[in-house]
T-cell receptor, first 113, second 113 residues
Framework: EAGVVQSPRYKIIEKKQPVAFWCNPI?????LYWYLQNLGQGPELLIR????????DSQLPKDRFSAERLKGVDSTLKIQPAELGDSAVYLC???????????FGAGTRLSVL | AQSVTQPDIHITVSEGASLELRCNYS??????LFWYVQSPGQGLQLLLK??????LVQGIKGFEAEFKRSQSSFNLRKPSVHWSDAAEYFC???????????FGGGTRLMVKP
């Protein structure tokens, strides 16, 4: 069974440029999460989807961040425009069922110069 | 609000020695507890989980953890550490289906030959 797939693995951009990250969850997993992981810290939730619906986006900075999961499968997280402080690892996870066992992708490491 | 504290930022042990990583949580009800491991440049891999029942849970790679409600702790242990165990370890607390996980700040484990 394939795990959570994220791309790209690394991205380097200039500040004020847009950037997008893609995530394909484990097949059959209805719940998808985007987490932000700053250097030396644990992941923090940005947004959670149940199928196509964003059910928790309270931590998503909506002035510059957006996300979508149009068909309830894969998802895209976008930053426009990027700022220096956005340099971090963006992790995607998925889960299914009542126990909330979340499986993580390898992440996208973003460097904003 | 739920929270997780991992008091030790760094731990160094000799190969073959025993290991205990501490985790304390704050949660209003019976928590779901998790330990994840993250190798450099990788995503998070689930080591073990606790939902209910037996308070000593076994995981992959020879790890185990013990849930102690009276101490609000979920410490991770391994009787004999291998050099390949060097990584960052994260404790997390969550609720049921589809809920966010709250992570601790992580403990970086270094293994001396």
């Amino acid at each position: 069974e394939a795990g959570v797939v994220q791309s790209p693995r690394y991205k380097i951009i200039e500040k004020k440029q847009p950037v997008a990250f893609w995530c394909n969850p484990i097949s059959g997993h209805n719940t998808l999460y985007w987490y932000l992981q700053n250097l030396g810290q644990g992941p923090e939730l940005l947004i959670r989807y149940e199928n196509e619906e964003a059910v928790d986006d309270s931590q998503l900075p909506k002035d510059r961040f957006s996300a979508e999961r149009l068909k309830g499968v894969d998802s895209t997280l976008k930053i426009q425009p990027a700022e220096l402080g956005d340099s971090a690892v963006y992790l995607c996870a998925s889960s299914q069922g009542t126990k909330n066992i979340q499986y993580f992708g390898a992440g996208t490491r973003l460097s904003v110069l | 609000a739920q929270s997780v504290t991992q008091p030790d930022i760094h731990i160094t042990v000799s190969e073959g020695a025993s290991l205990e990583l501490r985790c304390n949580y704050s949660y209003g009800a019976t928590p779901y507890l998790f330990w994840y491991v993250q190798s450099p440049g990788q995503g998070l891999q689930l080591l073990l989980k606790y939902f209910s029942g037996d308070t000593l849970v076994q995981g992959i790679k020879g790890f185990e953890a013990e849930f102690k409600r009276s101490q609000s702790s979920f410490n991770l242990r391994k009787p004999s550490v291998h050099w390949s165990d060097a990584a960052e370890y994260f404790c997390a607390v969550g609720a049921g289906a589809g809920n966010m996980l709250t992570f601790g700040g992580g403990t970086r484990l270094m293994v001396k030959p």
